[in-house]
């Protein structure tokens, strides 16, 4: 019987290569795990440390207080003035239940309670104190 054209020794394969894929994603991976711990963003301060939990950084408003004594409405630096005014408009317009204080270790704290009664005073329902877990390691 003769040979047909077009039917070589060669056979058709119909599996695909998703190497090239899997090498897009694991680089978009890496590229992911560096950049997230940076997307948290905010006022860079050094906060206490203290036996505490964990707080869901997209849940309620957080105020921060730097260590020059700045207040800051999540990353948007505030003047005193103007923090008692705009801060239950920050509050109402993001429909907030609960609100954060993050202050510098440093910062007096005559200015954390000053911040502290303002931000009670915008009748929210919880104010919760930001701090840095004591052993972040588990170990005692």
Not at 121 to 137: K, M, R, S
């Amino acid at each position: 019987m003769p040979r047909r054209r077009g039917h070589g020794g060669l056979e058709i394969s119909a599996e695909i290569n998703v190497t090239s894929l899997v090498d897009v994603v694991l680089t978009l991976l890496v590229i992911f795990m560096i950049t997230a711990p940076m997307l948290q963003g905010g006022v860079e301060v050094s906060v206490p440390r203290a036996r505490t939990e964990s707080v869901p950084s997209s849940e309620g408003v957080i105020v921060t207080v730097d260590r020059q004594g700045a207040v800051f409405i999540g990353d948007e630096a505030v003047r005193w003035e103007e923090f008692e005014r705009r801060f239950p408009e920050v509050v109402r317009a993001k429909g907030a239940k609960s609100v954060y204080l993050r202050a510098d270790q440093g910062v007096p704290y005559g200015r954390v309670v000053q911040v502290l009664g303002a931000m009670k005073a915008a009748d929210v329902a919880t104010v919760g104190l930001i701090a840095e877990e004591e052993n972040p390691g588990g170990g005692r």
